[in-house]
């Protein structure tokens, strides 16, 4: 697609319930970016990918947090025995090697609710 | 840790008014940029500022540079209902991430 594509775009899980969440950044865009925003709030700078390598990894909010970039191109964070405070809408983003230091392109983003 | 802060937090004018919002941010800069979120969506670049660049236009926007305060201003001229969402400010100091603000909540009032 044209965008970077989030999935899923709503999910609603169980205290302690493991939970992937996907982003397909736009083609040929080698930075990507994920960012969590609770309600109300700004954005919460997660972790960064140059490539398949996360050089920033400085934002994840404990070890039960993890991210993972294949190709260049798909995204996994993955959140395991997922707490309450977990809930918010996780946006990731990604921009061109082109336009470092640029415009970030997003996400609709992907809500979790964590019962 | 958040670099830029918006100010007012919440903002609300009626149409055809201007609406001017403000970044205070704490480190040296490369660039600074603003985005606009509609409820429930993602966020949209609207604007890039350099740090040698004082002042520069986009159609409505203008956006305001001074980095011996390290501040920024964005005003949206002429506003509109559509103009209606949450507008913030985004730093670039060289380390590959956009720090960004908490927002302004602009709501433009038919």
């Known amino acids: 697609g044209a965008g970077v594509s989030q999935s899923p775009s709503n999910k609603v899980t169980e205290k302690g319930k493991d939970v992937e969440l996907r982003c397909d950044p736009i083609?040929?865009?080698?930075?990507l970016y994920w960012y969590r925003q609770r309600l109300g709030q700004g954005l919460e700078f997660l972790i960064y990918?140059?490539?398949?390598?996360?050089?920033?990894k400085s934002g994840l909010p404990s070890d039960r947090f993890s991210a993972e970039r294949t190709g260049e191109s798909v995204s996994t964070l993955t959140i395991q025995r997922t707490q309450q405070e977990d809930s918010a809408v996780y946006l990731c983003a990604s921009s061109s090697w082109s336009t470092r230091g640029g415009e970030l392109f997003f996400g609709e983003g992907s809500r979790l609710t964590v019962l | 840790s958040q670099q830029g802060e918006e100010d007012p937090q919440a903002l609300s004018i009626q149409e055809g008014e201007n609406a001017t919002m403000n970044c205070s941010y704490k480190?040296?800069?490369?660039?600074l940029q603003w985005y606009r979120q509609n409820s429930g969506r993602g966020l949209v670049h609207l604007i890039l500022i350099r740090s040698n660049e004082r002042e520069k236009h986009s159609g409505r926007l203008r956006v305001t540079l001074d980095t011996s305060k390290k501040s920024s201003s964005l005003l949206i001229t002429a506003s509109r209902a559509a103009d209606t969402a949450s507008y913030f400010c985004a730093t670039d100091s060289g380390s590959e991430k956009l720090v960004f603000g908490k927002g302004t909540k602009l709501t433009v009032n038919p």
């Open positions: 083609s040929g865009h080698t930075a």
């Open positions: 990918f140059q490539g398949n390598s996360a050089p920033d």
């Open positions: 480190t040296s800069i490369n660039n």
